[in-house]
Nanobody, 123 residues
């Protein structure tokens, strides 16, 4: 059975940094893109970032571009999200995703999801 397990969430202050990790088990995703989505209370799930299988290509939502960095370690079957200069509007549950089909930006493109980790940014 395939599992994506996120970790690293927590409560921080505006301007702080936080790094999320997502470890995959049950199969390797070293040949597929992996990424992150988030969902704030009362809002739809939104795309945050995606990284190609090699790590050579990344895409970000405009709202996080320049502040967040996605990376991966295929030897560890793990993807990371380094979040700097956090804002209150970054407060959300962050989900790890893998193996998309289609545009990479739609939740429906992904067949594998983690359970989510809460990030709360206080202003």
């Amino acid at each position: 059975q395939v599992h994506l397990v996120e970790s690293g969430g927590g409560l921080v202050q505006a301007g702080d940094s936080l790094t999320l990790s997502c470890s995959a088990s049950g199969r390797t995703f070293s040949s597929e893109p992996m990424g992150w989505f988030r969902q704030a209370p009362g809002k739809e799930r939104e795309f945050v970032a995606v990284i190609s299988w090699s790590g050579g290509t990344t895409y970000y939502a405009d709202s996080v571009k320049g502040r967040f960095t996605i990376s991966r370690d295929n030897a560890k079957n793990t993807v990371y999200l380094q979040m700097n200069s956090l804002k209150s509007e970054d407060t959300a549950v962050y989900y790890c995703v893998a193996d998309p089909e289609g545009s990479w930006r739609n939740p429906s493109d992904y067949g594998y999801w983690g359970q989510g980790t809460q990030v709360t940014v206080s202003s």
